[in-house]
T-cell receptor, first 114, second 110 residues
Framework: KAGVTQTPRYLIKTRGQQVTLSCSPISGHRSVSWYQQTPGQGLQFLFE???????NKGNFPGRFSGRQFSNSRSEMNVSTLELGDSALYLC?????????????FGEGSRLTVL | DAKTTQPTSMDCAEGRAANLPCNHS???????VYWYRQIHSQGPQYIIHGLKNNETNEMASLIITEDRKSSTLILPHATLRDTAVYYC???????????FGTGTQLKVEL
């Protein structure tokens, strides 16, 4: 079956702009998590959505937000972009709702903020 | 904060077993041990996980000590394609929030 699909793969924005990233999970998966990866901070958890509800949230400012649709597809939005938001944004889906389980990661969206 | 400690890097000869250690001395009773790897420029890939017992799948074996304070991931016959950063992660129920540490850079060489 198809894996986790993230779009766009690469994008360049300037400071102050906003960006929306999209994630299509594996068919049947209801949990979608978002992670930010930077050389300095490594992989950091942003938030998780399950059945259209945010279930967990990491320690990121309110400029980072997300949502999940009824078909489990998810989007994350970053407003008022800063240079430090340049990162690889990874989406992961999971078929297990109750217990942390196997996460299937996409290839990521690489955001560059100029 | 990551609650696991891993060596920064390891080397392994192709065809030999790669044994990657992980210390998690403050692990809670309901926390599983997960292993993921990330090949350069790709998303992390799940390898294996366990709670108390040793586990084996087609990719690797996971050995967890009886006191659960440490574990070892074993790649039985490492290949060049196993060169990656390997993350040992603790996770509990209630969601899929994983805290990744810095991992171990495994380099498999001829």
């Amino acid at each position: 079956k198809a894996g986790v699909t993230q779009t766009p793969r690469y994008l360049i924005k300037t400071r102050g702009q906003q960006v929306t990233l999209s994630c299509s999970p594996i068919s049947g998966h209801r949990s979608v998590s978002w992670y930010q990866q930077t050389p300095g901070q490594g992989l950091q958890f942003l938030f998780e959505y399950f059945s259209e509800t945010q279930r967990n949230k990491g320690n990121f400012p309110g400029r980072f937000s997300g949502r999940q649709f009824s078909n489990s597809r998810s989007e994350m939005n970053v407003s008022t972009l800063e240079l430090g938001d340049s990162a690889l944004y990874l989406c992961a889906s999971s078929g297990q709702g109750a217990v942390t389980g196997e996460l299937f990661f996409g290839e990521g969206s690489r955001l560059t903020v100029l | 904060d990551a609650k696991t400690t891993q060596p920064t890097s390891m080397d392994c000869a192709e065809g030999r077993a790669a044994n990657l250690p992980c210390n998690h001395s403050t692990i809670s009773g309901n926390e599983y041990v997960y292993w993921y790897r990330q090949i350069h420029s790709q998303g992390p890939q799940y390898i294996i996980h366990g709670l108390k017992n040793n586990e084996t799948n087609e990719m690797a074996s996971l050995i967890i000590t009886e006191d659960r304070k440490s574990s070892t991931l074993i790649l039985p016959h490492a290949t060049l394609r196993d060169t990656a950063v390997y993350y040992c992660i603790l996770g509990a129920g209630g969601g899929n929030k994983l805290t990744f540490g810095t991992g171990t850079q495994l380099k498999v060489e001829l």
